[in-house]
């Protein structure tokens, strides 16, 4: 059986991680990189001494599939000209820059009987799929994902840059509805949100807090879920995670802490020996984006869904978006120019105008 040939369009920072690490994939040979940019190709043809061309349609006739590492604003319309040519797609996240793009494009590729992944990698990094039932009957989860200014992925704000890789894991765990979605954000130094929070409600009762930042002097990439199963705390930058699991008597809620010694301080250490026990999990190092492109080979081949198809990848962008929309809903303008200028115009012009009238005041002074 022939290799599947695979091209990568994009040949930015994640498009040349792709081309490089494709080398690696049984089964797979990638045939070429489109860029627009002819810088970008030379590098491409010099690194991995592979094709390059200006644009995917130049060598789709070549192709069994394709991954795409495009900018954002870009997605959908590759997407939707190789799906309808008849190729399968590993896209980016998120799928597209809005939840209607997103919808039809994972519709296009049901209908075609195309396999449609999204790079939504985090699924794939051992502390996450390590989890098991940990990741069931979840009540609450909190996250923190911040780094510094990256200068690539312009865009898009942080929500659809960083926090959707949380909305995407917190999905995973729930087929519930949204209920609710609360959210702020602001502009400092881009043209979109540079930090943002969510409190996200479903109807299972589930409660998600995602706090998000692309200006941040400190990395993070951290979560924590509690769950009927247990606690865990996870570091997806490291990787690492440490769990707590309860024993019987506190899942049954027979355990009495006030009956099992009078002064229920003296009894922490104790505590978290017999009763809330904790154990920090042993991880076998894997890359996730490695494997991530053996789920999409290996999807193709078999037939079967990817860890993240396209009806996922889709329903993470349009939580993304009522994340956005709540945003604006908060903006400090609440004019008829709000929907023209967005929320991250009016928050920097907020602070320009703040930081004028404090400059006044201090002349004035």
Not at 257 to 269: F, I, M, Q, V
């Given at each position: 059986m022939n290799k599947l040939r695979i091209a990568v369009v994009g040949a930015g920072h994640l498009g040349r991680i792709h081309a490089k690490l494709l080398g690696q994939v049984d089964d797979a040979e990638l045939v070429a990189v489109c860029d627009p940019f002819e810088s970008a190709r030379q590098v491409a043809a010099e690194s991995l001494g592979v094709r390059t061309c200006a644009d995917p349609s130049e060598i789709v006739d070549q192709i069994d599939a394709a991954v795409i590492a495009a900018p954002t604003d870009l997605h959908c319309d590759i997407a939707k000209s190789l799906l309808k040519a008849g190729k399968h797609l590993l896209v980016e996240k998120p799928l597209a820059s809005d939840s209607s793009d997103a919808q039809r494009l994972a519709m296009l590729a049901a209908a075609r009987r195309l396999t449609l992944q999204v790079g939504h990698v985090e699924r794939f990094n051992p502390a996450f799929t390590s989890l098991g039932d940990l990741a069931r009957d979840v009540k609450y989860v909190e996250a923190v994902r911040a780094s510094s200014f990256p200068g690539r992925c312009l865009d898009v704000g942080v929500v659809m840059d960083l926090m959707i890789h949380d909305l995407d894991l917190?999905?995973?765990?729930?087929?519930?509805?949204?209920?609710?979605?609360?959210?702020?954000?602001?502009?400092?130094?881009?043209?979109?949100?540079?930090?943002?929070?969510?409190?996200?409600?479903?109807?299972?009762?589930?409660?998600?807090?995602?706090?998000?930042?692309?200006?941040?002097?400190?990395?993070?990439?951290?979560?924590?879920?509690?769950?009927?199963?247990?606690?865990?705390?996870?570091?997806?930058?490291?990787?690492?995670?440490?769990?707590?699991?309860?024993?019987?008597?506190?899942?049954?809620?027979?355990?009495?802490?006030?009956?099992?010694?009078?002064?229920?301080?003296?009894?922490?250490?104790?505590?978290?020996?017999?009763?809330?026990?904790?154990?920090?999990?042993?991880?076998?190092?894997?890359?996730?984006?490695?494997?991530?492109?053996?789920?999409?080979?290996?999807?193709?081949?078999?037939?079967?869904?990817?860890?993240?198809?396209?009806?996922?990848?889709?329903?993470?962008?349009?939580?993304?978006?009522?994340?956005?929309?709540?945003?604006?809903?908060?903006?400090?303008?609440?004019?008829?120019?709000?929907?023209?200028?967005?929320?991250?115009?009016?928050?920097?012009?907020?602070?320009?105008?703040?930081?004028?009238?404090?400059?006044?005041?201090?002349?004035?002074?």
């Open positions: 917190v999905l995973s765990m729930t087929d519930a509805p949204v209920t609710s979605v609360s959210s702020s954000g602001l502009s400092v130094i881009s043209d979109h949100e540079d930090v943002a929070e969510t409190r996200i409600e479903f109807a299972c009762g589930m409660v998600a807090n995602l706090k998000a930042s692309r200006i941040s002097p400190t990395p993070a990439r951290s979560m924590q879920i509690f769950g009927a199963n247990g606690f865990a705390d996870i570091d997806f930058g490291k990787p690492s995670v440490s769990v707590v699991r309860p024993a019987d008597s506190v899942v049954d809620r027979t355990f009495d802490l006030n009956a099992e010694t009078d002064n229920p301080l003296r009894y922490s250490g104790e505590l978290f020996q017999t009763k809330l026990r904790c154990e920090t999990m042993e991880l076998e190092p894997r890359n996730a984006i490695l494997d991530e492109l053996h789920d999409f080979v290996i999807s193709i081949r078999s037939g079967s869904a990817p860890a993240v198809d396209g009806a996922a990848g889709a329903r993470a962008v349009a939580v993304a978006d009522k994340v956005l929309q709540s945003i604006q809903q908060r903006s400090w303008y609440s004019d008829a120019t709000t929907t023209e200028r967005g929320p991250h115009a009016l928050v920097r012009e907020s602070i320009q105008m703040a930081s004028r009238r404090a400059a006044q005041d201090r002349r004035a002074a």
